[in-house]
C-alpha cells in the first residue's frame, strides 16, 4: 500500500522558519496537500496543489514540491501555528487517498 | 457555506457493525464536481482515509478496510452513510466525514466536525 513519510516532530522557536517534509514515490505525478489540525478540532487545509494557499490562510504558510518530496514552509512561525501538520495524495492509480502520519510542530 | 455534521451511535458493542450519516446542507450532495468521504482518526494517532462515494453510488476504499466497509448515499435527504462491520476496539475514533473537491487533483476541502465512536462492551 502506498505510503506518505512525514517526520513525527519539528521544533522552531517563535519568529523562525519551519519546514516540514513530506515523501512519497507518487509525489513526482501527483500534487501534495497539507492539512493543520489543532487540538480538538477537524483538520484544515493550509496548502492544495503543492504550493496554493486557501483564502484566508496567512502568506507564511508556504508549499513546494521536489520529486518525491513536498515541503511545508512557515516562514516567521507564530505560536497559535503549534499544531499537527498533515500531508495527503493519492496514489498512482488515482484511486486510493493517503495521509503522511502527522507531523507535531512546537514553537517555543 | 456548506455544512456537514456526521450522526450515529457513540457506542458499538465489538463484532457489531458501526453506522454514521453525515448531512451536507448548504449545497447538493448530487454535484458532480465532488466526493463525498469518511476520514478517521484514532485517539491520539493520525488521519486515516475510509473510503469516498460520489452522488451515482460510485465509491473507493481503503484497501486495509475494504473487506468490511460499505459507503452508500440518499440524494432525497443529502445524506451518505458509512458502515463498518465486524468493529474490534482498534475501530474506536473521531470519524470526520468530508467533501472530496477534484481539480487538477482531489482534496478534501469542507469536514465534518467529527463523531467519537468508542467500541467497547
Known amino acids: 500500500s502506498y505510503e506518505l513519510t512525514q517526520p513525527p516532530s519539528v521544533s522552531v522557536s517563535p519568529g523562525h522558519t519551519a519546514r516540514i517534509t513530506c515523501s512519497g514515490d507518487?509525489?513526482?505525478?501527483?500534487?501534495a496537500y497539507w492539512y493543520q489540525q489543532k487540538s480538538g478540532q477537524a483538520p484544515v487545509l493550509v496548502i492544495y496543489?503543492?504550493?496554493i494557499r486557501p483564502s484566508g490562510i496567512p502568506e507564511r504558510f508556504s508549499g513546494s514540491s521536489s520529486g518525491p518530496m513536498a515541503t511545508l514552509t512557515i516562514s516567521g512561525a507564530q505560536v497559535e501555528d503549534e499544531a499537527d501538520y498533515y500531508c495527503?495524495?493519492?496514489?498512482?492509480?488515482?484511486?486510493?487517498?493517503?495521509f503522511g502520519g502527522g507531523t507535531k510542530l512546537t514553537v517555543l | 457555506q456548506l455544512q456537514l455534521q456526521e450522526s450515529g451511535p457513540g457506542l458499538v458493542k465489538p463484532s457489531e457493525t458501526l453506522s454514521l450519516t453525515c448531512t451536507v446542507s448548504?449545497?447538493?450532495?448530487?454535484?458532480?464536481?465532488?466526493?463525498w468521504g469518511w476520514i478517521r482518526q484514532p485517539p491520539g494517532k493520525g488521519l486515516e482515509w475510509v473510503g469516498s462515494?460520489?452522488?451515482?453510488?460510485?465509491?473507493?476504499?481503503n484497501p486495509s478496510l475494504k473487506s468490511r466497509v460499505t459507503m452508500s448515499v440518499d440524494t432525497s435527504k443529502n445524506q451518505f452513510s458509512l458502515n463498518l462491520r465486524s468493529v474490534t476496539a482498534a475501530d474506536t475514533a473521531i470519524y470526520y466525514c468530508?467533501?472530496?473537491?477534484f481539480g487538477s487533483g482531489s482534496y478534501f476541502d469542507y469536514w465534518g466536525r467529527g463523531s467519537l465512536v468508542t467500541v467497547s462492551s
Open positions: 495527503y495524495s493519492i496514489d498512482s492509480s488515482g484511486d486510493y487517498r493517503v
Open positions: 507518487a509525489l513526482p505525478k501527483k500534487y
Open positions: 496543489e503543492d504550493n
Open positions: 448548504g449545497g447538493s450532495i448530487s454535484s458532480i464536481s465532488y466526493y
Open positions: 462515494i460520489d452522488y451515482s453510488g460510485s465509491t473507493y476504499y
Open positions: 468530508a467533501r472530496e473537491a
